[in-house]
């Protein structure tokens, strides 16, 4: 976290800013990395758990 923190929100969310990342966005593989990816795992378990608890 802290070294996301240490981007500023141009550098994370406009595309061109940082040349190697193409057309992507920095802040787009910083969200899949953390938030969402806990979200998606967190959904899942619930899932599978709803499913084997029947």
Do not use: R
Request: net charge negative; with cysteine.
């Amino acid at each position: 976290m802290a070294v996301i923190e240490s981007f500023s929100n141009e550098e994370l969310f406009e595309a061109g800013v940082l040349p190697w990342m193409g057309t992507s966005v920095l802040g787009a593989y910083c969200v899949s990395a953390t938030s969402s990816h806990y979200d998606w795992a967190m959904k899942k378990t619930k899932a599978h758990i709803k499913t084997f608890m029947q």
